[in-house]
Every structure is written in C-alpha cells, then in structure tokens.
C-alpha cells in the first residue's frame, strides 16, 4: 500500500470511529418540540439561577450550564421567561421543551414530569429582617411570612406543622423581588427562599437580611421534561441526552468553571 492509499484508509476508519464516539446529532435528538432547538422555560428573576443584568441581558448559573449543554448537543439553545406557577402547563402545551431554573425535587413534580438526576445541592432557608431572631420553626407564626407561589418553599411550608398556624400571614408573591421588597418595605418580617438566592440577593442588599439557624432542609435542583402517559421514551431520551451533556461539560472542567463563577465554589453534582 502506497502512503497515499494508507493515509485514506486512516482517515476513514477515524472518521468510522468519530461517528460511533461522537454524541447524538441534533437531528436524532427526540422530545423537542422543534427539532434542532431546545425551549428551556425559565423565571428570570431567580438570581443567580438565571437573571437580568442591568443591561437586561438574561445571566446567570443555569444560562451558562444550558448554553454549554446545546454546544455539547449541537442544539440551539433558547429561553423562555414564564409564568413560576404555570409552569407544568407550559411544558404540557409543547410551549417549552424543559424547565430548568432552579428547580427542585418533590414528589408532586416526580408524579408528573420526567425529571434528572439532580444537578445542585440547595437548602430551603429562613431569612428575617435583622430585629428578629428565629431559633424554631414554630415562631414564623409571630410573624408575617412570605414566599415564592409555586415554589419548593411553598411546598415545603404547607408540609410542615406551622403551617396551619400561620393563617392569614402566609403571603404569595410572583417572584422573590416582589417578596424582598416587602421585606424592606415592613410588610413582612420573614420569607422562605431558596438559599442560593439568598445569599446572591444579601450580597448586592445594603442591609443584608438575617439567615435563621432553622430551615426547610436541603432542595436538590433538577430539570423537568414533559411526561407523556403511555410511551414517554421520547422525554426520557432527551432528559438522558441532556443528562450525558452535563456529565461531559463537568468532566471537562467547564462545568466547575460555571459554578465558581456563581457560587465561589463547585456546587455541580455528578451525573450518574
């Protein structure tokens, strides 16, 4: 064989190889609503999750993880503002492919979306206006309380026993800026929130909030696909597709990257 015919034959069977390393095309990927591009539905008030900067350009931990995962997958990447408490609605009318915005685990979402494994580690946290000190759950009672509808904490307060104590002074809000300046404003003493986005808001407050030694316990965070009865291996091959993205962006050190831009340090879990 001359050393024409031998570099052909290389280049061939790299290429072979390349196609059976290489991960799904954007066209093989199932699920999406519109081939070649993933809808991801977002709140784009939850900092440092995914937010407008003063420019209004959205930013944010999981704007960066999602835009790294559609470079993995060769898939356009596009966000969708949304309304936190129509959420699953959303992805059942096929307005969005997933929802991916800090999102967390509970039993009701597993009952009716096609969730991943978890990506980040979060807790459910008291923050209070600095002349109170919470030291038990039970007290939230004395005070008016507020939180995010349709969110984990919600969930989380209507599960636990103060919940029938705290009556009238539960508050919804749309987003956790509307609750934070009720907070400023005297309107509430206490909110439950997420503690990342706690600890972000209190770092740009000039009178940060007081974070409770109490708490809602931990919040893993996950992404949630559409659940179709009957055959739903369309949605769990694109969780899986996205799932394997992640685990390549960590494995390559931009998903450590990402985080310690956000968090100041790795808050990214293994993907299994």
């Known amino acids: ?64 993880l ?49 969730l991943s494994q978890d990506y980040l580690n ?3 946290a008291v923050m209070t206006v600095n002349s109170i000190n919470i030291t038990a759950l039970d007290q ?12 984990s904490a919600l969930e989380a307060i209507k599960k636990s026993s103060v919940y029938p104590k705290l009556g009238g002074k539960l508050h919804e809000y749309a987003t956790y800026d509307e609750c934070i300046l009720d907070m400023q404003a005297g309107r509430i003493q206490a909110m439950v929130v997420d503690e990342v986005l706690g600890q972000y808001k209190n770092n740009n407050l000039k009178t940060p909030f007081k974070f409770s030694s109490v708490g809602f316990g931990d919040d893993f965070y996950v992404i949630g696909f559409r659940r179709t009865e009957g055959d739903n291996s369309a949605n769990e091959a694109l969780r899986s597709a996205v799932e394997q993205a992640i685990g390549r962006v960590a494995a390559s050190g931009k998903g450590e990257e990402i985080s310690r831009k956000w968090f100041g340090a790795n808050l990214l879990l293994n993907m299994k």
Do not use: H
Not at 143 to 150: D, K, L, P
């Open 1 to 64: 064989m001359n050393n024409n015919r031998f570099v052909q034959a290389f280049a061939a069977a790299a290429l072979v190889l390349a196609a059976f390393c290489a991960p799904a095309a954007a066209a093989d990927i199932p699920g999406l609503a519109t081939p070649g591009r993933l809808v991801i539905g977002l709140d784009d008030t939850f900092a440092p999750m995914g937010f407008r900067d003063p420019a209004g350009e959205l930013v944010g931990f999981d704007i960066d």
């Open 66 to 114: 999602g835009r790294a995962v559609g470079e993995e997958l060769g898939l356009e990447i596009v966000f969708q503002p949304i309304d936190w408490s129509a959420k699953e609605m959303e992805l059942a009318a096929r307005n969005i492919d997933c929802i991916w915005n800090g999102m967390s685990r509970t039993p009701e979402r597993e009952a009716v979306l096609t």
């Open 122 to 124: 979060n807790r459910l």
């Open 140 to 151: 939230l009672a004395q005070y008016e309380v507020g939180t995010q509808a349709g969110s």
